[in-house]
């Protein structure tokens, strides 16, 4: 018998990985209270179903920047998935495909853009980071376009990287053999070597990500690529409506997972507040805290386009390559099909706000 559930795949993924490469995974920041909150506020809504509805068919189909999706659960950038399986994101691209589902490839990706792109047989985006080195965040951002993807994805909560206590104590570092082959290795040099009471990924953002980030550069960005720009990690109002200002085509309420800023919003919590703050048109994703299809539902229900899974994907990838990721991804869908149906809700335009009841109402 196969996995049934998530935790099912965690638990094979944590007999396969090194301690250190777990912490990696597994950790937040700080006190990791951002990180434990996004799965509680998941679990203290309830749901309010409908009965004597028609639930024979049931379609979880969107179109999202003009992509057409099977489903409305994707794969968040994640850098490195060679750490968790030798294909890295060809792998994880292909299951993607299978699933009808979005991928989201991060700039730290193991395999070239390329690669991944002649892999995938669904739409991908890439994430970046921005990069004191502008002529190198252009030479990749010129590769995706020209490679097939759809839409640039644009980390803006990591200005530096948060404190990781895990991999500090860990002195956490890329091994040597696995790089980000989409940049100048000399670029990357710091990831495969860590201070003392640091890890490489902080020491590696220090020395190359740029603090300097505003909202003026994202014209920058408009100059260099027709593609949609999407800004990952909003999750206030004031900011929702800066972006919509500002003409970005999507936004994603994240915060990074538990990874950046220790108390922030779990992103269950902003997603209100995000989604009343920018216009009908401009589609909302939430990522942090997924773990089952019904947690996709109620995402989609206070008003999210789609849903993004972070960490599940490397446990899949850990536990068994290609098939670990469809696995991962097909227990969660069929776990939202349940979910609808059982909510007399088979379209998921059905899902609105009604659907939820908030730990007040209850």
């Known amino acids: 018998m196969g996995p049934l559930e998530l935790a099912d795949i965690e638990r094979?993924?944590?007999?396969?990985?090194?301690?250190?490469?777990?912490?990696?995974?597994?950790?937040?920041?700080?006190?990791?209270?951002?990180?434990?909150?996004?799965?509680a506020q998941f679990e203290r809504c309830c749901l309010r179903p409908r009965t004597l509805v028609d639930v024979s068919v049931t379609d979880q189909g969107l179109t999202l920047l003009g992509s057409r999706l099977r489903t409305p659960i994707g794969i968040a950038p994640m850098a490195y998935h060679q750490l968790f399986d030798p294909e890295g994101e060809v792998a994880t691209a292909r299951a993607a495909g299978r699933a009808g589902a979005l991928l989201i490839a991060g700039i730290f990706a193991g395999r070239t853009l390329e690669s991944i792109a002649e892999a995938a047989t669904?739409?991908?985006?890439?994430q970046l980071y921005w990069l004191r080195r502008r002529d190198a965040l252009a030479a990749v951002i010129e590769r995706a376009e020209a490679a097939g993807f759809r839409a640039l994805v644009l980390t803006v909560d990591a200005p530096r990287i948060g404190r990781r206590l895990r991999d500090a104590r860990n002195g956490f570092a890329i091994p040597t053999h696995i790089r980000a082959v989409n940049l100048d290795q000399?670029?990357?040099?710091?990831?495969?070597?860590?201070?003392?009471?640091?890890?490489?990924?902080?020491?590696?953002?220090?020395?190359?990500?740029?603090?300097?980030?505003?909202?003026?550069?994202?014209?920058?960005?408009?100059?260099?690529?027709?593609?949609?720009?999407?800004?990952?990690?909003?999750l206030t109002a004031e900011d929702a409506r800066l972006a919509a200002e500002h003409g970005v085509d999507a936004v994603v309420v994240s915060n990074h997972g538990g990874r950046q800023l220790d108390s922030a919003l779990a992103t269950l919590s902003a997603l209100p507040e995000v989604v009343a703050a920018v216009p009908p048109h401009l589609p909302v994703l939430l990522d942090g805290g997924v773990r089952t299809g019904t947690d996709a539902a109620l995402a989609i229900a206070l008003g999210a386009r789609a849903v993004l899974i972070g960490r599940p994907i490397l446990w899949g990838l850990a536990a068994d390559g290609e098939d670990g990721v469809a696995r991962?991804?097909?227990?969660?869908?069929?776990?939202?099909?349940?979910?609808?149906?059982?909510?007399?809700?088979?379209?998921?335009?059905?899902l609105d706000h009604t659907v939820v009841a908030r730990p007040a109402d209850h």
Do not use: C
């Open 12 to 39: 094979a993924a944590r007999t396969r990985l090194p301690a250190e490469v777990w912490d990696f995974v597994q950790g937040g920041s700080g006190a990791e209270r951002t990180l434990a909150a996004n799965r």
């Open 328 to 350: 991962v991804l097909d227990l969660l869908k069929t776990e939202l099909d349940d979910t609808m149906a059982l909510l007399g809700r088979p379209r998921l335009a059905d």
């Open 186 to 234: 000399k670029l990357m040099a710091a990831s495969h070597r860590a201070g003392e009471g640091s890890s490489g990924i902080a020491e590696h953002a220090k020395e190359q990500f740029d603090p300097t980030l505003t909202w003026a550069d994202l014209s920058w960005l408009r100059e260099r690529s027709s593609l949609p720009i999407v800004l990952k990690g909003i």
């Open 122 to 126: 669904g739409p991908l985006w890439l």
